[in-house]
């Protein structure tokens, strides 16, 4: 709704000429993800049939899809391979270290040893939820790496003052896409697709980073402030 709200601002009242093809990727990918997601649970299927309900499948077929569709050429083809390595690369590496983070954290004991004293502070700790899981998204720069870095923790100490464990990671992986928005990688995403198709109509700022950021950073700690009042208020505990 919000990106429906801003292209009507943006083209001042106008939604056409719409996207077409350009987002047949990317619906792809979400269509084809929640699909196999429920035939895998639908049929109860196991070993190498479960690949249908992994994301990993429909990013594949994805880029096939964009591939066919969006008209690249025969050299944008051949720099598709080497593109993908690189961003694997960039991606890949430090989620895996956030998850094997996470991983020792849990195995030592650690992360126990923390919820116990971190529950030292009762309910307020309810209200720093959102604001851990913010910083860790925002260290990160993604919810897979937010979660397997601090999730833990967050659940164990959650347990630890009697909120359940979905609760707590739902409050963690809410507050870690807050983060995310306003972290640099994200800005520097955002920046390099905006800048390109910015035009001297459009309303507002011209496209830079220290523009993105000073929008971003006051939408990211309201969002956070918000949902650590309704983690001190609305949080079950048992």
């Known amino acids: 709704m919000l990106t429906v709200a801003w292209l009507l601002v943006i083209r001042r009242g106008r939604l056409t000429p719409g996207p077409g093809r350009d987002v047949v990727p990317y619906v792809t990918l979400m269509a084809g993800t929640v699909l196999g997601t429920t035939v895998e649970d639908a049929l109860g299927l196991t ?4 690949v249908v309900g992994t994301p990993a499948l429909w990013s594949f077929v994805a880029v096939g899809a964009g591939v066919a569709l969006l008209g690249l050429g025969p050299h944008a083809r051949r720099t598709v391979p080497g593109e993908a390595a690189r961003l694997w690369v960039g991606t890949a590496i430090p989620n895996a270290l956030y998850v094997a983070f996470g991983l020792t954290l849990s ?49 164990d100490t959650g347990a630890a003052l009697g909120v359940p464990p979905t609760w707590t990671n739902g409050l963690h992986n809410a507050a870690a896409g807050w983060g995310i928005i306003a972290g640099p990688a994200r800005i520097q995403v955002a920046h390099a ?39 001190l208020a609305v949080l079950p505990r048992v």
Do not use: C, D, H, K
């Not at 004991?109 to 971190?118: H, M, N, P, R």
């Not at 000073?214 to 969002?223: D, I």
């Open 47 to 50: 070993g190498v049939l479960s």
């Open 107 to 155: 195995a030592g004991g650690v992360s126990q040893a923390l919820a116990g004293a971190l529950s030292g502070m009762g309910p307020a700790y309810l209200a720093a939820i959102p604001v851990i899981g913010a910083f860790s998204g925002f260290v990160t720069a993604s919810n897979t790496g937010a979660m397997a870095l601090m999730g833990p923790l967050q659940m």
């Open 193 to 231: 697709m905006a800048v390109g198709a910015q035009t001297p109509e459009m309303p507002g700022w011209a496209v830079s980073r220290r523009a993105l950021l000073a929008v971003l950073l006051p939408a990211m700690v309201v969002g956070i402030a918000l949902m650590s009042l309704l983690g």
